[in-house]
């Protein structure tokens, strides 16, 4: 993997990530842009002792521009976008209208591919790794920030979802807290040790591992299982079999199976619901552990996906009980989404 970092015409940081080690990359940015001007505060919710980011900037991002006018896609033909070279591998840069910015974090963006049609499910084997060095070295990377407690890199994707950018892209979030998800994960962490004198993450994986019945996935470094109890009615767990805290201590086993891994899995959940069917919207999370807690290694690396579409025709809904009471109601038994995720393995 080579690594080229250059800034855009207003100041942000852009990174080629590319395979061949001779690339050159010195296109410049030839847009007008004025300097970034962000306002992003970070407040906390007394009640529920969790923090929410307000960045009323982010009202005038790019939403849902046609494919000619993508800011994701190459530079070319006299139109100049986010990405000023006229191809490329895989790019990460800092977001234009970030959620978390200065003292408050850092939010960027990682182009997957400059093909504007394609999907993550799409790339091959080599161009999925480079992902994963992208996501490694960023991690790494923000691990120096001095606001930055814990990273966070996800994929949204499908208008479904949310998403404002049809390119195939994700994002990488630099948090300056330990998110609500995470302090609960932490908390279960700590009282199952003092409980057990084990580890949980080892423990979910162990137990999911001879019960069977939930397990998607059992590759030689990598598991991926349904959880027991899953929020989401099509959701996925994928973990490595040796624990790690994040992307950087992955070993390069783990690092050369994941691709096949992750690429099938994604294949598998646009079959659930039968050919003919757009492709399934989805969330992709990686948990990583934040960077002050006391012993990071009790931590497990894992990847979370899951899609809001229980059936043909219909999404899953956050009503009254999971938005009000972050109570989830689940209309597909776990087991019954491990079977049918087994049942539409890629040919």
Known sequence: MKKTA????DGRELIYYDARDDAVRDAVDQRPLDPIATRS???????????????????????HPPADECPLCPSREG??????????DVVVFENRFPSLAGDSGRCEVVCFTSDHDASFADLDAEQAALVLDAWTDRTAELAQHPAVEQVFC????GKEIGVTLGHPHGQIYGYPFVPPRTRLMLRSLGEHREATGR????????????????????????????PYAAHWPYEVHLYPKRRVPDLPALDEAARTEFPQMYLELLKRFDRIFGEGEPPSPYISAWHQAPYRMADRGEFALHLELFTIRRTSGKLKFLAGSESGMNVFINDVPPETAAERLREVASK
């Open 41 to 63: 505060e970070i407040r906390h919710d007394r009640l529920l002792g969790d923090r929410v980011a307000i960045a009323s900037h982010r009202q005038a991002r790019t939403y």
């Open 79 to 88: 139109r100049h976008s986010e990405i000023p070279a006229s191809d490329y």
């Open 199 to 226: 580890n949980l993450f080892d423990d979910v994986v162990a137990d999911e591992l001879a019960d069977g019945r939930r397990v998607v996935l059992d590759g030689e470094h990598w598991v991926a299982f349904v």
């Open 6 to 9: 250059t800034r855009l015409a």
């Open 154 to 157: 996800f994929e949204n994707r």
